[in-house]
């Protein structure tokens, strides 16, 4: 890692890009250069910069238990995602496409339209869903550990449902359909420049990891939401029937 060039480092793993983008080196900028180089330039230790480097590309989200999480923490976790979503993955792939000048005309011109587009829709989604969608969960939780705040819910339970919320989330569009079309799924083609084969592997990540996020929402999130509903709803009822 320390000897290669960057454009040789992320000809080997495209993911590396976003990796140095996170610790503010921007690849296009340092193509013939080293590791090693930008190291000495900036005062950097190598070999912590090689390890965090490392320790950016490693993933370890899909050995998570998510079934096993109390739904808190469930939802803390994506929160957590959200988070990664907004601060680093949307802003280093925005601004690899800002300045996109791939050798394909026909995948500039769906990137340059498509993607901000997206970006827009899904930052809105993310916050809308957490001030309505994952408050109220948390209040439904509230009430089942607390009686207490039985009649706190109660009001929010005749304006809101985890089925609605269940059949608005499977209403969103798939955003990439005609960029994973246009790109046969997002193939990185070795006709393609390194600025191109950098793009379409974000994307491609990006919408592996939206899909896994979504999956997690639907398979266990709404599951565990709408059993807690049915367990609060249960004890209103029982708390006006003993009124």
Same mark, same amino acid.
């Not at 919320?165 to 079309?181: A, T, V």
């Given at each position: 890692?320390?000897?290669?060039?960057?454009?040789?480092?992320?000809?080997?793993?495209?993911?590396?890009?976003? %990796?140095?983008?996170?610790?503010?080196?921007?690849?296009?900028?340092?193509?013939?250069?080293?590791?090693?180089?930008?190291?000495?330039?900036?005062?950097?230790?190598?070999? =912590?910069?090689?390890?965090?480097?490392?320790?950016?590309?490693?993933?370890? %989200?899909?050995?998570?238990?998510?079934?096993?999480?109390?739904?808190?923490?469930?939802?803390?976790?994506?929160?957590?995602?959200?988070?990664?979503?907004?601060?680093?993955? #949307?802003?280093?792939?925005?601004?690899?496409?800002?300045?996109?000048?791939?050798?394909?005309?026909?995948?500039?011109?769906? #990137?340059?339209?498509?993607?901000?587009?997206?970006?827009?829709?899904?930052?809105?989604?993310?916050?809308?869903?957490?001030?309505?969608?994952?408050?109220?969960?948390?209040?439904?939780?509230?009430?089942?550990?607390?009686?207490? %705040?039985?009649? *706190?819910?109660?009001?929010?339970?005749?304006?809101?449902?985890? *089925?609605?919320?269940?059949?608005?989330?499977?209403?969103?569009? &798939?955003?990439? *359909?005609?960029?994973?079309? #246009?790109?046969?799924?997002?193939?990185?083609?070795?006709?393609? &420049?390194? =600025?191109?084969?950098?793009?379409?592997?974000?994307? *491609?990540?990006?919408?592996?990891?939206?899909?896994?996020?979504?999956?997690?929402?639907?398979?266990?999130?709404?599951?565990?939401?709408?059993?807690?509903?049915? =367990?609060?709803?249960?004890?209103?009822?029982? =708390?006006?029937?003993?009124?």
């Amino acid at each position: 890692m320390k000897e290669k060039t960057i454009q040789e480092l992320i000809k080997d793993n495209h993911s590396l890009a976003a %990796a140095l983008h996170f610790l503010g080196i921007h690849f296009e900028n340092y193509t013939e250069h080293t590791l090693e180089d930008i190291c000495t330039e900036r005062g950097w230790n190598v070999d =912590k910069i090689a390890m965090k480097i490392k320790e950016l590309l490693t993933t370890n %989200a899909t050995t998570l238990q998510f079934n096993s999480l109390p739904i808190d923490l469930l939802i803390e976790y994506l929160k957590h995602n959200h988070f990664i979503f907004i601060k680093q993955r #949307l802003p280093f792939i925005t601004e690899l496409i800002k300045n996109f000048e791939g050798d394909d005309p026909a995948i500039k011109a769906e #990137l340059k339209l498509v993607f901000p587009l997206f970006v827009e829709e899904f930052v809105e989604h993310i916050y809308e869903e957490e001030d309505t969608l994952f408050n109220y969960i948390l209040l439904l939780n509230q009430a089942d550990r607390n009686k207490a %705040a039985l009649n *706190k819910v109660q009001a929010r339970m005749l304006e809101n449902s985890i *089925k609605h919320f269940q059949s608005d989330h499977e209403l969103h569009d &798939d955003p990439f *359909k005609g960029l994973r079309k #246009l790109t046969n799924n997002f193939d990185i083609d070795d006709r393609f &420049d390194l =600025k191109t084969k950098v793009a379409l592997s974000e994307l *491609k990540k990006l919408d592996n990891e939206l899909h896994y996020h979504a999956k997690v929402e639907n398979d266990i999130l709404f599951p565990k939401a709408i059993e807690l509903e049915r =367990k609060v709803l249960a004890l209103l009822r029982s =708390k006006i029937s003993m009124n």
